[in-house]
Structure formats: C-alpha cells, structure tokens
C-alpha cells in the first residue's frame, strides 16, 4: 500500500552508525520535504526529522536527514540500545490531491 | 506543551461507525498554521494516513482517496477536538487509529510534530 520504500530491517553493533533510506518518485519525494519518525515499540510515532534534514527541539544531533531525487536517508551515529525501534519516512504526493504518504517502515536492531 | 488524548470504542461490529474523538489541549483546532489528521496502522497497510480538518479563514478537509466515500472528518470549535466517522466498516478497517497535529513550517513544508496515544479498533462482530 505503501508508496514509499524502505528497508524492512538494518542492524548495527552500539556505537556503530546505520543508514535508512527511503525510495519515493517525482511525484513525492522528487518534489517534497521529508519527514522521519521514530516508532518505540507500542508507542505512537515521534517526529525525528522534518524538511528533509532539521532536527525538532530535544531530538539529538545523532539523527540526521538528507535528500537527493527521489531518495532520503536516514542516518543514525553512535547507536544505542534505546534507538532499537521502528523508522518511519513521510512526505506528500502530489498525484494523490494532497495526500499524505509514509514508507514502509525500517526495523533497527542493535546487536 | 500540545497534548492530543483520543477516547471512542475499540470494538465495532462490520458495516456499523467508527466514530473517535480527538481532544486538543496547548492549542485551538481553528489555528491558522496547522492541520489535524487521523492515521492509522495495520500490519497488512503499515501507516496509512486517512483525511484532514484545518482553518484558513474557513473549514477545510482532505480525504485519502481509499476511504474517500467512507470518511467524514470534523472540527468542534466548543469542545475544541475533531472526530473521525468511518462508516460501513469491514474487517479490513482494524488497525490501531492515530489522531496528529502536521505544523506547517512554510506554504511547501509540514510534519506530524504531535500525536495521540493511539486507539486499537477492531471490527468484528
């Protein structure tokens, strides 16, 4: 359903760096900002980045956003066990009158 | 500090309402510069964002094109909270339903900054 891909699953060792990346097209990441979301396990989501690459107030330099095309990406340095959760990107479609579209979600691990 | 608190049933039997409630505290649902949403969350859909309520001098809402026959979403300027109206629901509309403020950072940017707890529906009879 998604239209958005992600990665179902990355994992990396503590203190070690991971990359998420998420594959849209023109019609939504090509031409549209990128938010990222973090989801704790039986939370709800918490924005980590938004306009592809700023940090919301309290969300730790350790997170970081870029955007190239028809891509975003994700990063996380210095890995920790509370990072362990489920990644999320969301952005508009501009095909779909407005409508608002999230990827298909990343799985963290830390080893 | 802007909080959302959702309250509606976690069960409804097929092709009756979802009806749920999304109640704002730390800001007003006529603000100008933000937009409030229902998103909801099934491991077969993954997050899927369904429709939208928001002020610019007068009311406006956005369905996604999925439930667009379905879904009613309104403001209650009194109570200061808006609801979602899921009608003739089907076991497919199970999923742990989100309410979420997107603040618009420019005329091309937003992001859903606040979200409710989540409500667990399930449809079955």
């Known amino acids: 359903q998604s239209v958005l891909t992600q990665p179902p699953s990355v994992s990396a060792a503590p203190g070690q760096k991971v990359t998420i990346s998420c594959s849209g097209s023109s019609s939504n990441i090509g031409s549209n900002y990128v938010s990222w979301y973090q989801q704790l396990p039986g939370t709800a989501p918490k924005l980590l980045i938004y306009d592809n690459n700023k940090r919301p107030s309290g969300i730790p330099d350790r997170f970081s956003g870029s955007k190239s095309g028809t891509s975003a990406t994700l990063g996380i340095t210095g890995l920790q066990t509370g990072d362990e959760a489920d990644y999320y990107c969301?952005?508009?479609?501009?095909?779909?009158?407005?409508?608002?579209?999230f990827g298909t979600g990343t799985k963290v691990t830390v080893l | 500090q802007v909080q959302l608190q959702q309250s509606g049933p976690g069960l409804v039997k097929p092709s009756q309402t979802l009806s749920l409630t999304c109640a704002i505290s730390?800001?007003?649902?006529?603000?100008?510069?933000?937009?409030w949403n229902w998103i909801r969350q099934s491991p077969s859909r993954g997050l899927e964002w369904l429709g939208r309520?928001?002020?610019?001098?007068?009311?406006?809402?956005d369905y996604a094109v999925s439930v667009k026959s379905r879904i009613t979403v309104n403001p209650d300027t009194s109570k200061n909270h808006f609801s979602l109206q899921l009608n003739s629901v089907t076991p497919e509309d199970t999923a742990v339903y989100y309410c979420?403020?997107?603040?618009?950072?420019?005329?091309?940017?937003?992001?859903?900054?606040?979200w409710g707890q989540g409500t667990m529906v399930t449809v079955s009879s």
């Open positions: 309520t928001y002020y610019r001098s007068k009311w406006y809402n």
């Open positions: 730390g800001d007003s649902v006529s603000s100008n510069s933000v937009a």
């Open positions: 969301g952005t508009w479609d501009s095909s779909l009158s407005d409508g608002r579209v």
């Open positions: 979420a403020r997107e603040l618009w950072y420019s005329s091309s940017s937003f992001a859903f900054d606040v």
